[in-house]
């Protein structure tokens, strides 16, 4: 037989389980109030979504800003100058060689002149010149000849003492294009080390012209020194009159 349970202690029991049976009713609703103030968490949640969008355009935003300011700077050191110059130094070495062959002495650079000269004074022997004049025109030629070589010579110490200058430019425009800090400079760095190449060439012409002027000059006059031998050998085998003799007084003034 089954007893059963004092009445206290059932009336226990169910006070018990109200709570658990009652507590869906004390739920906090989905839109309760707090001070007059009405909280929806999903429009809460939306709101935070949004912001966190607007937030990570903004931050889009900065990103572009600040990689077209990069571009910017870049585009700006790609048309930077070069600071270094050596255009007046070139120059300055190519006028200071120029100098020197405006400076040729007796036959200068110049197609008439040369014409001319070589028409006077390096043509035939004329075979009518008296013999000073042969002697005079001898020694013009040898004039010609050795201030040929001496402006040879001074031509080519021009250019030694350009070579210190051109060391220097090129030490210069060398530290210039490796340091340069975008392509125009590095672009002029190497334009200008080409001009410094084309004034060291122009220095060479230069020296080769010097020297083949002295060269030209010496064989020249070898050359017209060879006519005026056998111009002077044709008059001394060209028979003459022969002896004339004539009244020779050992004591002036007696009869």
Request: proline fraction near 4%.
């Amino acid at each position: 037989m089954k007893m059963r349970k004092p009445l206290a202690t059932r009336i226990a029991a169910v006070m018990l389980a109200t709570p658990i049976a009652l507590s869906p009713m004390f739920a906090m609703p989905a839109h309760a109030q707090f001070g007059g103030i009405v909280y929806d968490p999903s429009n809460y949640a939306q709101n935070v979504l949004t912001a966190a969008r607007s937030l990570q355009q903004i931050t889009n935003q900065i990103t572009s800003l600040q990689n077209e300011a990069q571009m910017l700077i870049n585009e700006a050191k790609n048309l930077a100058s070069l600071p270094h110059s050596s255009l007046q130094q070139l120059q300055q070495s190519v006028q200071r060689t120029q100098q020197l062959l405006s400076q040729a002495q007796n036959i200068a650079y110049d197609v008439q002149n040369i014409d001319q000269m070589f028409q006077q004074k390096y043509g035939n022997a004329s075979m009518s010149a008296s013999t000073a004049q042969l002697v005079a025109d001898a020694r013009a030629r040898w004039r010609n000849t050795v201030g040929g070589l001496q402006d040879a010579m001074r031509v080519q110490a021009g250019v030694v003492g350009n070579i210190d200058t051109n060391r220097a430019q090129m030490s210069a425009l060398v530290g210039a294009s490796q340091s340069a800090s975008g392509a125009l400079q590095a672009t002029q760095a190497g334009n200008q080390l080409l001009a410094l190449q084309a004034q060291q060439i122009a220095d060479l012409t230069a020296v080769v012209a010097a020297n083949g002027r002295a060269q030209a000059l010496n064989d020249a006059e070898r050359a017209a020194a060879a006519e005026q031998g056998r111009e002077q050998r044709r008059r001394f085998l060209t028979p003459g009159q022969g002896y004339q003799p004539g009244n020779a007084r050992m004591f002036p003034g007696q009869d």
